[in-house]
């Protein structure tokens, strides 16, 4: 169960890139993927522009509360898991649950990853964000 919850971490850093779980997670080098397709995120590669707006902030944090509730409320869930099938289930329903409250907070898979690496990796991003929060 314990590689189970690994995976999830995992997973969840990459389809919704919240910071703190990203930041666990910075071990792996492969590109963040989506229901879309394979994503390469471009911040993380230093090749995208990392200026965002405040709005685009705002929206980041708006998800970012949002995505905390969710990862708090599955972890406990993925660990009582009874079976890993269980889990598998539990870890794709939040999954898709955060990728929800990233598009209702009006932004786009991509641009909260590049956001979320973006205030891992740059300090002016991160003091912004963390001014809205």
Do not use: C, H, W
Not at 78 to 98: C, G, T, W, Y
């Amino acid at each position: 169960m314990k590689k189970l919850l690994t995976s999830f971490t995992v997973s969840l850093a990459l389809v919704a890139g919240a910071p703190a779980v990203y930041a666990q997670s910075q071990t792996t080098q492969e590109p963040a993927q989506t229901d879309q397709g394979t994503y390469s995120n471009p911040a993380a590669s230093g090749e995208a522009e990392t200026s965002y707006n405040d709005e685009e902030l705002r929206k980041f944090v708006e998800a970012q509360d949002g995505i905390n509730d969710i990862r708090d409320e599955y972890m406990g869930k993925i660990e009582d898991a009874d079976s890993q099938d269980d889990a598998r289930e539990l870890q794709m329903e939040a999954n898709d649950k955060m990728v929800s409250v990233i598009e209702d907070a009006g932004l786009d898979i991509p641009t909260y990853n590049a956001i979320a690496t973006a205030y891992n990796s740059e300090p002016s991003v991160r003091n912004r964000v963390d001014a809205l929060m």
